[in-house]
């Protein structure tokens, strides 16, 4: 007869399955990860380890009208996204058709002139006093 060798784990080890357990891995695909051979070793360790030995969901308690808010928030960050990928493609159209444009007349243009502008009206603001 076979003696089957006897393994022993560490405590660190014990909760790092623990944790992967109550992050929503299986005890099944624990066990062939880590080849670890006896059936109840993981629900023991996360008996002993783990918080109250379950899985945690969170659960968030809100009243109507915080609930009114979040959906009111999800759908103005939708339409903000939205928004900004329909700036993102109107830009590229713009700075494709300068390119050609500029290709067309052979002209140089560069690309951070409005950063240039900005800064010269600003530096004129100042002087002026405005700022």
């Known amino acids: 007869m076979e003696k089957i060798p006897l393994i022993r784990y560490s ?4 909760k790092q399955v623990v944790r992967e357990y109550e992050g929503g891995k299986s005890v099944s695909g624990l066990r062939e990860r880590y080849g670890i ?40 960050i939708q339409e ?13 159209m ?14 140089e243009v560069k690309k951070n002139i409005g950063a240039r502008l900005l800064s010269e009206h600003s530096t004129k603001l100042k002087k002026q006093g405005r700022s």
């Open 94 to 107: 713009l700075e494709s058709w300068v390119e050609v444009m500029a290709e067309e007349e052979g002209l």
């Open 37 to 76: 051979k006896g059936g109840s070793t993981i629900s023991s360790w996360v008996k002993k380890y783990g918080r109250a030995g379950s899985r945690y969901e969170l659960m968030i308690i809100q009243k109507p009208a915080e609930q009114q808010r979040v959906k009111v928030l999800e759908k103005r």
């Open 11 to 14: 405590e660190a080890f014990k």
């Open 80 to 92: 903000l996204e939205s928004a900004l990928a329909q700036v993102m493609l109107d830009k590229l």
